[in-house]
């Protein structure tokens, strides 16, 4: 790369870690807002990240594209990458409602791998937005990949994730079965999650009703 080319690289990364501080922005005020009004935060936490350079050009390369900014930007949907992490699975689905009805997020595509889980047992609910970012000159949409994900599930995305490094497609068998047959538990144990909150919540709201009846209104 020439030093031109590394300047307009630059700044075209600079556009999608403003998206990604717009993003961060959004995810915060949503979830200190249930925190006030609630007292429930669905998100436990968020983390981001921008594709390296190094990273864009590898997968330009391996999808057959020539290296150019534009086919980056056209081609390449995760460059800027948020995670978010949410106790429980319904969690999931009420921060995609949450961010889908902002006004200037535009959906572009959503793959649910919670509901049609990948054949190694992946899950996590995968969304492609594109956002305006205001800079000083011109308005920019730029496209962000979200993955909001289970703690649980997450944990084995991240176990998952080291493994697949270290054999890529020459994992052995037993290594791929015992993969799935976790990924089958994590479902499991998400779905009893669930099950224990709503008996909680069962319980918490009996106290409520039982404090009401002791300090009527
Ligand atoms: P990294 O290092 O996390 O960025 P696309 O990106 O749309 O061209 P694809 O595969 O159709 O390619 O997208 P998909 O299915 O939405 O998955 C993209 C990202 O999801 C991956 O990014 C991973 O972060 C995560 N992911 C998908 N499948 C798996 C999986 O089987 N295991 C784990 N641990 N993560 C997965 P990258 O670019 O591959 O990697």
Redesign the pocket.
Known sequence: MDKQMVMEWAKMLMSYKFALDEVSTKLTILNEELQFIQNYNPIEHVKTRI?SPE?IVE?LQRKGLEVSKENAAEHI??IA?VRVICSFTTDVYRVYDMIRSQGDVEVIEV?DYIKDP?P?G?Q?L?LIIRIPIFLSERTEHVKV?I?IRTIAMDFW??L??KI?YQFHDDMPASIREQLKATADMIGMLDRRMLVLKDEVQKFSDGAETVKLQQFPM
């Open positions: 594709k990273g997968k949907r995760d990458g793959k990948k190694n992946y996590s995968h990949e993955q995305a991240s998952e994730h697949y």
